[in-house]
C-alpha cells in the first residue's frame, strides 16, 4: 500500500521517465549482450576459418616437399645412366653421378641397392655399403613401384646413412632424449633393360631440427607479422607428442624443439588419428590451432602437422569492438534520458507505440523504427531512437565489411598460389612447343622441294659457259643439304607405327652390309662377322632396322675415315631372354664427355657437311619403340662398339610343335 501510494504521489513525467528507463535500459542490455555475442562468434568464425585455409596451405607445402624429393628419385632411376654404370661396373663415375643429385636435390642422404634390398652405393658416406635397408618405401621401390612417404628411422638407421644425422636428430623430450629421427624418404625401382628391377635409388630430408619446411609455410602465410612482439602465426611439426621443427619461440627466444603438445592434443591426433581443432596453449601463448596426423608409407601414425594463428590477434579486436559497441550504447541511453527528461513534460498521447517498439528491439529486430505522425516531444524521441538503431546497423555492417576485408586478404592468397601453378603450368606447356619442330619440318619441306625444282630447270636451260651457273649449282647443292636435314628432322620426329613382324636380325645385317659393300667409302673395309646361327627371330619393322643398321655402319666407316675394321657379333642372351649384336669399328673414337651426348638430336663430331646430326637419334628412336635399348661403348684412338639389345619374339604353336618333334 505504502509503495502504490508513493507511485500515485509521482508526476506523470517522473512515471513515464522511469517507466522508459526501464524498457530502454533492459532492450540496451539485452541488445548489447546478443550484439557482443554476435560479433566474438562472428570474430572466432572467421579466425577458425583463416586456420583451416592456413593449414591447407601447410599441409600443400609438406607434400610439395615429398614430391620434390620424389621427382629426382624416380627421374635418376628411370634414366639409362644408372644402368649403364652398372653394367660398365665404373662405381667413380656412378658416384659423382649420384653425388651431383644429392647435392642438387638438397637430400640429407642418397642410396642406391641391389635387387634384394642391400645397399651397394651411399653418397653420404663414401665406401660404406653391404647392410640390408628396411625401410617401407626401399621395400615398395624393389617391389617395382615409386613411393614417397614420411617414415621414422631410428638412431642405427640414420648412423647407417650418414654419421653426422643422429646428432641433428637427438632432440631433448621430457625428461629425456629422443634419438629417433622423422624424415621424407622417396624410393624409385631402378629397372635394367628387360624390365627386371635391379634394385632401389632412395633418399630422405631428415625433418628433425629442420626449419625448411615451417619457415617455408610461415612465411608463406604470416610473412612476419607480430602482434605484441609475438610471432602471430606457429607452424610445427611432431614426432608422436614432442615437437621436431617448429618456429614457435621459448622464453629465451629459441625453438621450442622437443616441448610436448597437450595430452588431449595427443590423445585425439596420435591415438584415434582424428583431426583436432581448437584453442591450444602452445608455450606461452594460446593459439587457435589445427593438428593432422602425420602417416608413415603403411598407414601408421609417426606424427603430427600443426597450424595455429595467435588467438590474441583476434580477441583483441572482438574486444575493441565490443567496447566500442558498449561506449555507443552507452552515450545514445545518455542521449535518450536527457532529451527524454527536456521533452517527456508536454507529451500527451500514449506510448503504446514506443512501447511496442521497444519491445521489438528487445527481441533482437533491428529493423523496426518507430513512427511520429505528431510533432513534439514523441517525435524528436522517435527519430532519437531511430538514430540509435541506425548507429547499430552501421555498425554491424562495419563488422560485415571487416569480415569482408578478411576474405579479400584470403583470396589474394589464394590467387598467389594459384599464380604459382599457373607458372608451373605454363613451364609445362612450354615443353610441349617442341612438337613444333615436326609441323615446321614439313613446312619447310614442300617450299624447298619448289626451289630445288625451278633452281634445276634454271640450271638445264643455262649455257655451261653462263658465270651464274656455278652459284645455281650450289643454290642446288645447299638446298639438298637443307632438305637432307628436313627429312632427318621429320623421320626422328614420325610416330607413325611400325609393320612389325618376326625378322632374323643376322639376315637384316646381311642384306644391309651387301647393299653398302658396293659403294666406294667400303672399298677399304674389312668386315668380320661373327654371327649367331641359332639366333632367334625377334618382333621389329624390317626396313626401320635396315635403317638403324645402315646408319651405324655408316658412321663408323666415317669414324676410321674409310679404311679400316668393321666387327659384326650377334648372340642369344638366354638369361636375358633377348638378342644382342654388337657392331664395333677401329676408329677415332668418342670422348668421354661427348659419350652421353651422342644419341641427341642434331649433335654430330664430324665436320660442317658431312652430316645432320640425326642418324643415331633416329636410331635410338626406332630402337627404343620396338621396347628395345641401344648404348655405345668408346675409347678414343682404339674405336666404338654399338650394342643393340631386343627382346625375343614369342614362340608361335607351329614353332613349339616343330621343337617337340
Not at 195 to 200: K, Q, T
Not at 470 to 494: A, N, Y
Not at 585 to 605: C, K, L, N, V, Y
Amino acid at each position: 500500500m505504502r509503495i502504490s501510494s508513493v507511485t500515485r504521489r509521482l508526476s506523470l513525467k517522473s512515471r513515464l521517465i522511469l517507466s522508459y528507463l526501464v524498457v530502454l535500459g533492459t532492450g540496451g542490455l539485452v541488445t548489447s549482450f546478443v550484439g557482443s555475442w554476435i560479433v566474438s562468434t562472428t570474430i572466432m568464425m572467421q579466425a577458425r576459418r583463416a586456420v583451416d585455409h592456413d593449414f591447407a596451405t601447410a599441409k600443400t607445402v609438406y607434400e610439395q616437399q615429398l614430391q620434390a624429393l620424389r621427382l629426382p628419385v624416380q627421374v635418376a632411376a628411370t634414366g639409362t645412366t644408372i644402368q649403364r654404370y652398372l653394367q660398365t661396373g665404373d662405381q667413380a663415375a656412378l658416384y659423382a653421378y649420384l653425388r651431383g643429385i644429392h647435392r642438387d636435390a638438397g637430400f640429407d642422404f642418397l642410396s642406391l641397392t641391389d635387387a634384394s634390398g642391400r645397399v651397394v652405393l651411399r653418397v653420404s658416406r663414401s665406401g660404406d655399403s653391404g647392410d640390408a635397408s628396411s625401410i617401407a618405401v626401399v621395400k615398395a621401390a624393389l617391389a617395382g613401384k615409386v613411393a614417397a612417404a614420411t617414415e621414422v628411422l631410428s638412431a642405427a638407421q640414420l648412423a647407417g646413412e650418414d654419421s653426422s644425422l643422429p646428432a641433428r636428430a637427438r632432440i631433448g623430450a621430457g625428461n629425456g632424449e629422443a634419438n629417433e629421427g622423422m624424415a621424407l624418404i622417396a624410393a624409385a625401382p631402378v629397372e635394367g633393360p628387360a624390365g627386371n628391377v635391379l634394385g632401389a635409388l632412395y633418399g630422405g630430408l631428415l625433418l628433425n631440427g629442420s626449419s625448411v619446411i615451417v619457415d617455408r609455410v610461415w612465411t608463406l602465410l604470416f610473412r612476419g607479422d607480430r602482434f605484441r612482439d609475438v610471432d602471430s602465426g606457429s607452424v610445427t611439426i611432431f614426432r608422436n607428442g614432442y615437437r621436431i621443427a617448429t618456429n614457435v619461440r621459448t622464453v629465451a627466444g629459441e625453438r621450442a624443439v622437443g616441448t610436448e603438445a597437450s595430452a588431449e592434443v595427443r590423445a585425439a591426433v596420435l591415438k584415434r588419428g582424428e583431426i583436432w581443432r581448437g584453442r591450444a596453449f602452445v608455450v606461452k601463448q594460446w593459439y587457435i590451432s589445427e593438428y593432422d596426423p602425420v602417416r608413415n608409407y603403411a598407414g601408421d601414425v609417426v606424427g603430427m602437422l600443426s597450424v595455429g594463428i595467435l588467438e590474441s590477434t583476434y580477441t583483441s579486436i572482438r574486444n575493441s569492438v565490443i567496447l566500442s559497441f558498449f561506449l555507443l550504447a552507452t552515450i545514445g541511453f545518455l542521449m535518450i534520458i536527457g532529451i527524454t527528461y527536456y521533452m517527456i513534460r508536454n507529451i500527451t498521447r500514449p506510448l503504446g507505440e514506443m512501447v511496442f517498439a521497444t519491445r521489438n528491439i528487445s527481441a533482437g529486430r533491428f529493423d523496426q523504427e518507430v513512427q511520429a505522425n505528431s510533432p513534439g516531444e514523441i517525435a524528436l524521441l522517435a527519430d532519437s531512437f531511430n538514430a540509435m538503431l541506425k548507429s547499430l546497423r552501421q555498425m554491424k555492417g562495419d563488422l560485415e565489411e571487416w569480415g569482408r576485408t578478411l576474405e579479400e586478404k584470403v583470396k589474394q592468397r589464394t590467387e598467389e598460389l594459384v599464380a604459382m601453378q599457373a607458372r608451373v603450368a605454363q613451364s609445362e606447356r612450354l615443353a610441349s612447343l617442341g612438337m613444333l619442330a615436326a609441323g615446321v619440318a614439313h613446312e619447310i619441306n614442300n617450299p624447298l622441294g619448289g626451289i630445288l625444282a625451278l633452281t634445276g630447270l634454271t640450271v638445264e636451260d643455262m649455257k655451261k659457259e653462263d658465270p651464274n651457273r656455278e652459284s645455281l649449282e650450289e643454290v642446288i647443292r645447299q638446298t639438298e643439304r637443307c632438305r637432307d636435314i628436313v627429312k632427318g628432322l621429320l623421320e626422328f620426329s614420325r610416330q607413325s607405327k611400325a609393320n612389325t613382324a618376326r625378322i632374323d636380325l643376322n639376315r637384316i645385317l646381311q642384306d644391309t652390309l651387301s647393299l653398302l659393300a658396293k659403294q666406294a667409302l667400303f672399298f677399304n673395309i674389312d668386315v668380320v662377322s661373327d654371327l649367331d646361327a641359332d639366333l632367334p627371330a625377334v618382333m621389329a619393322d624390317k626396313s626401320q632396322f635396315q635403317q638403324v643398321f645402315m646408319n651405324i655402319f655408316v658412321n663408323a666407316v666415317q669414324a676410321m675415315h674409310e679404311r679400316g675394321t668393321i666387327t659384326i657379333a650377334s648372340r642369344h642372351n638366354r638369361a636375358g631372354k633377348c638378342v644382342e649384336v654388337a657392331i664395333s669399328d677401329t676408329g677415332d673414337g668418342i670422348p668421354a664427355e661427348q659419350i652421353d651426348r651422342i644419341f641427341d638430336p642434331f649433335f654430330t663430331t664430324k665436320e660442317s657437311g658431312q652430316g645432320t646430326g640425326l642418324g643415331l637419334s633416329i636410331a635410338y628412336g626406332i630402337v627404343t619403340t620396338h621396347h628395345g635399348a641401344i648404348w655405345v661403348r668408346s675409347e678414343v684412338g682404339k674405336g666404338s662398339t654399338f650394342t643393340i639389345r631386343m627382346p625375343v619374339a614369342a614362340e608361335t604353336g607351329a614353332e613349339v610343335e616343330a621343337q617337340r618333334g
